[in-house]
T-cell receptor, first 113, second 113 residues
Framework: QQQVKQSPQSLIVQKGGISIINCAYE??????FPWYQQFPGKGPALLIA???DVSEKKEGRFTISFNKSAKQFSLHIMDSQPGDSATYFC????????????WGAGTKLIIKP | NAGVMQNPRHLVRRRGQEARLRCSPM?????VYWYRQLPEEGLKFMVY????????ESGMPKERFSAEFPKEGPSILRIQQVVRGDSAAYFC???????????FGPGTRLTVT
């Protein structure tokens, strides 16, 4: 019930294309869903986050789509650039667990020039 | 406006020694979370602290591990009598309030030889 399942494990996208990463969760008590970007040897950087009262949130080239009934959420990166090549993690948290983040396993994204 | 700071960035310890990892949260943030990351995996929650209080240590092994966040100074994660399995990257994150976004430091990479 505490798991967050992320797919795909790795993804190769051409420059200018759309990168899509998906996550699914079981625990309906989760109420905060962030996405993080991590470069090798660095800490995760908060990209964008959503709460379940909205179905979509957009910040620049990054969009989260949220489907509460399906218990799924996804990250879309529009106009993907080589600098976007990194590992992306979805996560989820809830008030009842003191907002500790439960993490997906990560997606290694490579943008081909 | 400095981000979350962690030191040391790299730490090598022999089996049986003690490791002390330090984390200074962002200015104005009083909530600190510690996570551990093994290679090619997502992060795992260890402990959540506010100033002078441990709020949730459900992810931290009961033996050899301890954490504190004193009134003055950084948060400290202490690992006594380290073993090879403790080798990992340890990240701390801070947030201004519970339920707000967590911002991560660069991590401490612990190697136990």
């Amino acid at each position: 019930q505490q798991q967050v399942k992320q797919s795909p494990q790795s993804l190769i996208v051409q420059k200018g294309g759309i990168s899509i990463i998906n996550c699914a969760y079981e625990n309906t008590a989760f109420d905060y869903f962030p996405w993080y970007q991590q470069f090798p040897g660095k800490g995760p950087a908060l990209l964008i986050a959503i709460r379940p009262d909205v179905s979509e949130k957009k910040e620049g080239r990054f969009t989260i789509s949220f489907n509460k009934s399906a218990k799924q959420f996804s990250l879309h990166i529009m106009d993907s650039q080589p600098g976007d090549s990194a590992t992306y993690f979805c996560a989820a948290s809830r008030k009842g667990s003191n907002y500790q983040l439960i993490w997906g396993a990560g997606t290694k994204l490579i943008i081909k020039p | 406006n400095a981000g979350v700071m962690q030191n040391p960035r790299h730490l090598v310890r022999r089996r049986g020694q003690e490791a002390r990892l330090r984390c200074s949260p962002m200015k104005g943030h009083s909530h600190v979370y510690w996570y551990r990351q093994l290679p090619e995996e997502g992060l795992k929650f260890m402990v959540y602290l506010q100033k002078e209080n441990i709020i949730d240590e459900s992810g931290m092994p009961k033996e050899r591990f301890s954490a504190e966040f004193p009134k003055e100074g950084p948060s400290i994660l202490r690992i006594q009598q380290v073993v090879r399995g403790d080798s990992a990257a340890y990240f701390c994150a801070s947030s201004p309030n519970a339920g707000d976004g967590q911002y991560f430091g660069p991590g401490t990479r612990l190697t136990v030889t």
